[in-house]
């Protein structure tokens, strides 16, 4: 599974013209989902996702998760990072799950990002979604299980 976290003062996700979610201070995370992703690796990207420290304490370090800044977690699948990009002028998708999986997935990694008592919300599956935010930093991180 791969995760791309953006740090966003705010995010949303609309699907024919309608806003379907939205967060204020937290993180976007685009997930995809390849073929040998499964429970185990979800639960692992979950908790890395709701620990990771990118938030800054007082002193303007990077020491703090966005549960410990109350915020929230927007979660949107993203096929397209299981891309393959080595050669050719053209992506290949091969190692991206099935959608099924892929769905069952992506559900199961937010669920689990709600136990670890963070507010989340989710785009989508398979929709043309337009996705807003205002990215703080930039800051944007690459997590692979």
Do not use: C, W
């Amino acid at each position: 599974m791969i995760a791309l976290l953006q740090r966003v003062k705010q995010a949303s996700v609309s699907v024919e013209s309608q806003k379907i979610a939205s967060i204020s201070h937290g993180i976007l995370v685009f997930v995809g989902v390849e073929k040998e992703d499964d429970e185990t690796k979800a639960n692992r990207l979950a908790q890395r996702v709701a620990g990771y420290r990118i938030f800054e304490d007082r002193e303007g370090k990077t020491n703090l998760s966005v549960k410990e800044v109350g915020g929230e977690v927007l979660v949107v699948s993203q096929f397209t990072l299981a891309a393959n990009t080595k050669k050719g002028m053209r992506p290949s998708f091969s190692n991206a799950a099935s959608p099924e999986i892929a769905n069952q997935l992506y559900l199961h990694f937010a669920g689990e990002i709600e136990k670890h008592g963070i507010s989340v919300q989710t785009g989508q599956f398979q929709a043309d979604m337009e996705v807003a935010l205002i990215n703080d930093g930039p800051m944007t991180f690459q997590l692979k299980i």
